[in-house]
């Protein structure tokens, strides 16, 4: 049994919160963003946050060395967009592997500088963070050609294949499948997973005795009061799709406050035969875009969940900061985690 494994027995674990929400209050240029091996790129590149742990991981390390500071047992690496499918939007679909090698080199650093000045600290993990794509293979960007797909599935699979590769090889912990809107986009992820540990099973050597592959956590988004994800599955539906993969976890993250998010994370914590996770936003956003909830806040939702019995492993998405993560960590600290029932779909 892998440590984590043996951790999420014994306690609730935490995430970590918001990277682009704590990339934002750096006020970085186009200049930060480009460094000196961009600095003649033929495109604008801010925005592309992914590429920053190239051209300024000081930047990054230290965004996880606060979260690590907070308490988090798991960080995410800065690869929500690191496929060549995102990267295409600034031409970059070529550094795809490069970026996802040089996000964990960023986490892991952050985590040997954590530890060096925390002697006897618990472990903590790296989480490679696997996002949704900006093409679905459920959906139409064609209002008027329902049937038209911009993408195909075999191409989001070569696209979350070397994601997986460079993620695998830079030396993540677990893969995270994030953010989920369209199910058959993650459901290519979770190929892609599988068939990469087939095709190497080499590398599989560190993980579960090296049965298998990266223990892989997923978690889905559910985008309003109807309980349904964007592409129109209700959650039930949606863990029923997914758990084929025999995940470490399965959860809800984004779209949601937790004030929003609760009854959904009850009824997942009903219906799932393997540990839970949520990372809800800072409540909901305001006229200007921006997250108001406070840390107390945030931190008072998850810790209802936690002590009925909802979750095992927490954290923040959207507009959540360091002050988010400490207040759960230490809202939680104390409480059983869920027991892992026996599920009807699994």
């Given at each position: 049994m892998s440590k984590i494994k043996e951790l999420l027995?014994?306690?609730?674990?935490?995430?970590?919160?918001?990277?682009?929400?704590?990339?934002?209050?750096?006020r970085l240029t186009e200049e930060d963003y480009r460094g000196n091996r961009f600095q003649n790129w033929h495109s604008d590149v801010k925005g592309n946050n992914d590429l920053l742990s190239i051209t300024r991981p000081d930047v990054i390390k230290a965004i996880h060395k606060e979260y690590l500071e907070a308490g988090s047992d798991i960080i995410e690496t800065n690869t929500f967009s690191s496929t060549s499918i995102a990267q295409a939007d600034y031409d970059m679909q070529s550094l795809a592997y490069e970026l996802n090698v040089a996000s964990v080199?960023?986490?892991?650093?952050?985590?040997?500088?954590?530890?060096?000045?925390?002697?006897?600290?618990?472990?903590?993990f790296i989480a490679g963070a696997i996002g949704p794509l900006n093409k679905t293979l459920s959906l139409?960007?064609?209002?008027?050609?329902?049937?038209?797909?911009?993408?195909?599935?075999?191409?989001?699979?070569?696209?979350?294949?070397?994601?997986?590769?460079?993620?695998?090889?830079?030396?993540?912990?677990?893969?995270?499948?994030?953010?989920?809107?369209d199910t058959l986009n993650a459901k290519a992820a979770i190929f892609a997973v599988k068939q990469f540990f087939r095709d190497h099973p080499e590398k599989a050597t560190r993980f579960?005795?090296?049965?298998?592959?990266?223990?892989?956590?997923?978690?889905g988004t559910i985008t309003d009061a109807s309980g349904r994800t964007l592409s129109g599955q209700t959650l039930e539906a949606?863990?029923?799709?997914?758990?084929?993969?025999?995940?470490?976890?399965?959860g809800l993250n984004c779209a949601l406050g937790a004030k929003e998010m609760r009854p959904h994370v009850s009824e997942l914590a009903h219906l799932a035969g393997c540990y839970v996770s949520a990372y809800p936003n800072a409540g909901l956003p305001n006229a200007m875009g921006e997250y108001d909830e406070l840390p107390e806040q945030t931190a008072a939702f998850l810790e209802d969940w936690a002590k009925e019995g909802y979750v095992n492993i927490v954290g923040g998405c959207c507009g959540t900061t360091p002050a988010h993560i400490a207040a759960i960590a230490k809202a939680v600290k104390d409480v059983t985690p869920r027991t892992v029932p026996v599920a009807a779909y699994n």
């Open positions: 027995q014994q306690r609730i674990l935490v995430l970590d919160g918001a990277m682009g929400t704590m990339i934002q209050r750096y080199k960023c986490a892991r650093e952050a985590i040997d500088a954590f530890v060096s000045e925390h002697p006897g600290t618990g472990p903590k139409s960007p064609d209002v008027n050609n329902p049937g038209y797909r911009a993408v195909t599935f075999d191409e989001v699979v070569a696209a979350y294949t070397e994601q997986i590769h460079g993620l695998i090889d830079g030396g993540a912990d677990l893969l995270l499948i994030e953010t989920i809107f579960n005795n090296g049965a298998e592959g990266a223990p892989v956590m997923i978690s949606f863990y029923i799709s997914v758990a084929h993969a025999s995940p470490l976890s399965v």
